[in-house]
């Protein structure tokens, strides 16, 4: 009597080596991105690295009229001070968002997630890492004139719309 024997390969390296190659292709994108316009941009980019304003007598009469505040003539320039929240927010979640990345990836490996699915969970959770530290970020303070016109000292925080504007993107 003959007997045939039939080897069915049970491994998931061709479906693996499928979603490493898909994962290799794309690109994860988190921060304040271009669709949320250039003024967002603006405010993002001088909150993430500071900015210094030139004093100008139109900008002294502006402050006279809309605050109340006479700026002195030696006063030069105003400095609106480094505040990294998506340098610092990255920065202070590193290892959280590595280890995420890591039991994901896990996923990816044994077949339970796609790289779609992948870098969308690693986005959704490291944009809400970067908006939860822009939140709890409290230095450099506001000044007291900036408190005064947003009723509040959170020096991120006004309207919520740079909150709001961290987002991720794949590429």
Do not use: W
């Not at 969308?120 to 490291?126: A, K, P, Q, V």
């Amino acid at each position: 009597m003959k007997t045939k024997i039939k080897i069915t390969d049970k491994s998931r390296v061709p479906e693996l080596l499928k979603e490493l190659k898909a994962l290799k292709a794309r690109k994860l994108e988190i921060g304040i991105l271009a669709e949320s316009g250039e003024k967002m941009l603006m405010i993002a980019n001088v909150n993430e690295f500071g900015c210094e304003i030139v004093v100008t007598d139109k900008m002294r009469k502006f402050f006279a009229a809309a605050f109340g505040v006479h700026l002195k003539k030696s006063t030069k320039k105003i400095v609106i001070p480094e505040r990294s929240f998506i340098r610092g927010g990255f920065d202070h979640n590193q290892k959280n968002i590595e280890t995420t990345a890591e039991r994901l990836l896990e996923k990816l490996v044994d077949g339970t997630m796609d790289a779609e699915t992948y870098l969308s969970f690693l986005g959704e959770y490291t944009a809400g890492k970067i908006k939860e530290y822009l939140v709890n970020l409290r230095t450099p303070a506001n000044s007291p004139l900036t408190i005064r016109q947003k009723k509040s000292s959170n020096p991120l925080i006004d309207t919520g719309h740079l909150k709001d504007a961290i987002t991720y993107r794949v590429t």
